[in-house]
């Protein structure tokens, strides 16, 4: 077999091998929270331990790749929807947006617990996870620069107490986030909390007891931000 040729078998088998790790680790993470311990995904998938320190060297690297892994197939669910509605209709393409992410939530509860719940004893999130953490909020930030560029979202007056227009003014800076005024990225982030908190509040049982149509709650939710930000019926 050629040398190229075994490099190939070889990247197959460790591509395979990190698959199963992640899976067995996500059903571990299903079962006993984001505690994970890379001795008990071993037995899961029946090798020794050292087998697993192969492919990620600490807990903390594996969940590492199963929040990146979770945060890019929500990123990816949120722009399908959201280009599939016509760039004019922004209040459609919010709508799109909001209601992927549910369905991504509602299909993945113990990932998004990992992404937006409570944080993991521990365990700091590195760089790496920034970019793909930034996914989903891109998609509002282009829908909120195209509304304002055809002057669907009215800026609004410039009342932003100091240290928050210092913050605002920092984001708007930020690579993806131009061409945004610092009061219109204010609500934007001010309904983002909103969606993700209204989510939360659902998957985590907040809501028990006083909602009993989820769908129809979380769409007149979608509905009053979009009114908010300014998005056109």
Do not use: C
């Not at 992927?100 to 590195?126: C, F, K, M, Q, T």
Request: hydrophobic share 45%; net charge neutral.
């Amino acid at each position: 077999m050629s040398q190229p040729r075994r490099q190939s078998a070889r990247a197959r088998v460790r591509a395979e091998m990190t698959d199963d790790i992640k899976q067995a680790a996500r059903a571990r993470l299903a079962a006993e929270g984001p505690n994970l311990s890379l001795r008990a995904v071993a037995r899961d998938i029946g090798v020794v331990s050292s087998a697993v320190y192969r492919y990620f060297a600490s807990r903390d690297e594996l969940l590492t790749a199963l929040i990146i892994d979770a945060y890019d197939d929500l990123g990816e669910a949120t722009e399908s929807a959201e280009a599939a509605v016509a760039r004019r209709d922004l209040r459609g393409r919010w709508l799109a947006a909001g209601r992927a992410i549910r369905d991504w939530a509602s299909a993945n509860p113990h990932e998004y617990a990992l992404l937006y719940g409570s944080p993991v004893p521990g365990y700091a999130a590195p760089q790496d996870t920034v970019g793909p953490a930034s996914r989903p909020v891109l998609v509002l930030t282009a829908i909120l620069r195209d509304g304002v560029a055809r002057d669907v979202i009215a800026v609004p007056p410039d009342r932003l107490p100091r240290a928050v227009r210092a913050d605002l003014t920092g984001v708007v800076a930020l690579p993806g986030f131009q061409d945004v005024p610092a009061a219109v990225m204010g609500r934007g982030m001010t309904a983002w909390a909103q969606l993700f908190g209204a989510l939360s509040f659902e998957l985590f049982g907040r809501l028990t007891g006083a909602v009993h149509d989820y769908d129809a709650y979380f769409e007149y939710q979608l509905a009053q931000m979009a009114d908010y930000l300014g998005l056109g019926r």
